[in-house]
């Protein structure tokens, strides 16, 4: 069998993919507008459709499990923004895997990374000689993640990997090693399963773009 296709990232250019292949790269199209109706005027367009989502989650569960398959697993999602991956993720796994939940405070209201984290909620897992899979909505600075891992692989665990469905590259301020990564993105601000701005628009199937005037 050749390479997995799903050990690479799809990347989304600053368009929407468009394309029936929901699995292929994008190239320069403009994309479906965001039907206001659907998805409210506060939104520019969509980048990732809840198809794509869905049968990303799915090529990266096989690719999980199968790095994973008879190790002592524990997924750690953090709060509130992975609550989809997560759900979406464990059902996807071909095997069971516990969970635990951090909240991590970082952004507040706004639309950069502060890089200034504090936990509010820690787990409540003793994740000693334990296989943690940190798993992330998004990764665009990678402050808040950076130092989440490395609180984590302090606590003696058998290993530290992250996964996120998002991972915005331009953003990027420090070097996150992450072992699986669902689409690449533009840099911008983004909402929708799961994302928020100031507590809104979590509740989006897809993953759209914020228009500026909502936080301009």
């Excluded at 869905?54 to 709060?79: C, P, Q, T």
């Excluded at 507590?199 to 500026?212: I, Q, S």
């Amino acid at each position: 069998m050749g390479e997995c296709w799903s050990q690479r990232p799809v990347r989304l250019n600053r368009q929407a993919c468009n394309g029936a292949d929901p699995l292929a790269t994008c190239t320069e199209s403009q994309g479906d507008a965001v039907d206001a109706a659907d998805m409210g005027a506060d939104l520019e367009r969509v980048l990732v459709t809840e198809e794509e989502i869905r049968l990303r989650i799915a090529e990266l569960a096989v690719d999980i499990w199968g790095d994973y398959e008879g190790k002592d697993l524990l997924l750690v999602g953090v709060l509130k923004g992975a609550v989809m991956v997560m759900s979406d993720l464990m059902r996807a796994l071909p095997g069971t895997a516990p969970m635990d939940w951090m909240a991590i405070s970082s952004y507040g209201s706004g639309t950069k990374s502060s890089g200034v984290v504090r936990i509010l909620k820690d787990l409540d897992t003793d994740i000693t000689d334990k296989h943690v899979l940190i798993v992330e909505d998004i990764v665009d600075s990678g402050l808040t993640l950076s130092w989440i891992r490395a609180n984590l692989e302090s606590r003696s665990a058998a290993s530290v990997e992250i996964v996120t469905l998002l991972r915005k590259p331009e953003a990027a301020k420090v070097e996150v090693d992450v072992k699986y990564v669902g689409f690449d993105i533009p840099n911008e601000f983004v909402v929708g399963y799961g994302l928020d701005y100031a507590e809104k628009y979590r509740n989006l199937r897809d993953v759209g773009t914020l228009a500026p005037h909502v936080y301009t």
